[in-house]
Every structure is written in C-alpha cells, then in structure tokens.
C-alpha cells in the first residue's frame, strides 16, 4: 500500500473509531514483503518478547502452542509474523512517544493480516480500561466467498441489519480478538445485536460479554476495530 493511502485509511480509521474512545490509542501497517528484508537489533527483540507477550490470546498456552521450529523464512506465515513484529515496534515507538511514562505492560494490542498487509492496533490501557479488550480485523473485499457464508455465519435476526457477510466475518473476528476470554468460544458465536448504518458502528455480545464496534469502509477493504467492555462483576462470582 503507498504511503499516502496508508494516510488515508489512517485518517478514516480516526474518524470511524473516535466514539470508542480508545483513549491513547495507534495503528501500524506494513506490507509482508517489505518486511521479509528487515533485520532487528538485539534491542528490538527484547522488546518483542514483552509485546507479543501483551497481544490477547497469548496468554494461553493452549491456544498458541511454543512452536518446536519457527516456520521457514520463505513461508507467507513467517512473512506474516515478520510484518506483525515490525507492527508492533512501531506501535511501541509511537505509543511510548504519546505517553511517555507507559510501560509495555500497559498496553493492549490486536494484530490482522490480509492479502499483503499486516494492521496493528494498540493503545495504553489506563484506570477503568484495564478489563476491557480490543480487537482488530482486516477483510480484502474482493476476496473470494463460500457459499452462503452469511446463513452459516450469523442468526436470523443477525440478518436484518442487512450487512454483507464479510463485514459480518470482520465484525465477528475482531470482537472475538478483543474477547479476553474467547478460550474455547468460536467466533460465530459472537452476536451482532445493533448496528447503525450511518456511522457504521455498533454492538455485539457473548454471554454476558459486551463489544462496541466500528467498521470503516475504505477501498478494497474492510476493517473493523472492537472494544470488549469491562464485564460486570458477576461474571467473576462462583454460582
Ligand atoms: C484468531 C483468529 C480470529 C485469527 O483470524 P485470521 O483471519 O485467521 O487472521 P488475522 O490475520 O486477522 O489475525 C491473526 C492474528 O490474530 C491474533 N490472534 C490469534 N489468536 C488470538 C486469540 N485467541 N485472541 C486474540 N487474538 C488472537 C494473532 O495476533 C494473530 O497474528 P499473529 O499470529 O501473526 O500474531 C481465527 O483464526 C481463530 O482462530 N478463530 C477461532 C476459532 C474459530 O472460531 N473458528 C471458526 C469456527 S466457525
């Protein structure tokens, strides 16, 4: 992607996310073969332990197994992983500039790729933040589709918000990547209960849980970004 679309997404993803209230909130991008040709200091990669330690889903081990041998440098996956690194750098730098005093263990962070693009989002979680999520998904709008994606994807009443099933699939994604508990959910079962077409934004559950999301509509894509709402003490009590 050129720089100046860069720019333009960035400033539409502004626009689209500002009633979230993020609160200090940034976006990184990189494109996957740029970033096949960087080197990372010693520095760098220590720095990277403690961000990947932050992303949501991490945490467990189930989920993300230790891999007995990285993937092979040609892989797309090891491209992937590379560009998703090199994002999450970025967000460190400027994050840390906007708020000098954070430290990593602040910070929450989401990571999509598609087609040639990693996309990260991160912000640094303060007072009253610290129990929520967020989440991130990219979405090539030309990309191909099984059929009857949308019946197998949502609900009946799921259907009258009239959302095309890839904007359904990203809404989905990236509130399950905000959900800090979606160890053992599926990302269908993330429920889109509201959904106001001009601004693009909306609510979804589940469970107990609450997202607020925003979709921005931009060229080929769509992305969306998610915030898990902070769940209400009861979800913590035993029965
Ligand atoms: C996690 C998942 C949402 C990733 O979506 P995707 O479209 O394959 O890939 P994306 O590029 O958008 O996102 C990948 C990133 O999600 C993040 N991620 C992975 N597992 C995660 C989790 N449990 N929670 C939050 N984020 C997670 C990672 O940062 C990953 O990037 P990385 O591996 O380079 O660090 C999806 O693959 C998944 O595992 N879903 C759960 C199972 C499920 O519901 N299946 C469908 C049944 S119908």
């Known amino acids: 992607m050129l720089k100046k679309d860069?720019?333009?997404l960035r400033a539409a993803l502004g626009?689209?996310?500002?009633?979230?209230?993020l609160g200090?909130?940034?976006?990184?991008?990189?494109?996957?073969e740029d970033s096949a040709r960087e080197e990372l200091s010693e520095t760098a990669k220590t720095a990277l332990v403690a961000l990947r330690g932050q992303l949501n889903g991490f945490s467990n081990p189930r989920q993300n197994p230790p891999r007995k041998q990285p993937p092979p440098a040609h892989t797309r996956r090891m491209r992937e992983r590379l560009a998703?690194?090199?994002?999450?750098?970025?967000?460190?730098?400027?994050?840390?500039?906007?708020?000098?005093?954070?430290?990593?263990?602040?910070?929450?962070?989401?990571?999509?790729?598609?087609?040639?693009?990693?996309?990260a989002l991160g912000r640094v979680a303060r007072d009253g933040q610290r129990e929520e999520g967020i989440g991130i998904d990219l979405e090539f709008r030309n990309r191909k589709l099984i059929p009857n994606l949308l019946e197998r994807i949502t609900e009946h009443e799921e259907r009258r918000f009239g959302l095309h099933a890839l904007q359904v699939w990203t809404i989905k994604?990236?509130?399950?990547k905000a959900n800090r508990f979606n160890a053992g959910s599926a990302v269908t079962e993330h429920r889109i209960r509201d959904f106001d077409p001009e601004t693009n934004s909306g609510k979804a559950v589940i469970g107990k849980l609450h997202f607020d999301f925003a979709l921005t509509i931009w060229n080929d894509w769509y992305l969306t970004v998610a915030r898990m709402n902070a769940p209400k003490h009861g979800l913590f009590l035993a029965p």
């Open 6 to 8: 860069w720019e333009s």
């Open 15 to 21: 626009i689209s996310i500002h009633p979230l209230q």
């Open 24 to 32: 200090t909130w940034s976006v990184a991008s990189r494109d996957l």
């Open 84 to 119: 998703g690194d090199l994002c999450l750098l970025d967000l460190w730098g400027s994050l840390s500039k906007d708020a000098p005093e954070s430290s990593i263990s602040e910070l929450q962070l989401s990571l999509t790729h598609s087609q040639n693009l990693a996309v």
């Open 173 to 176: 994604e990236a509130c399950f």
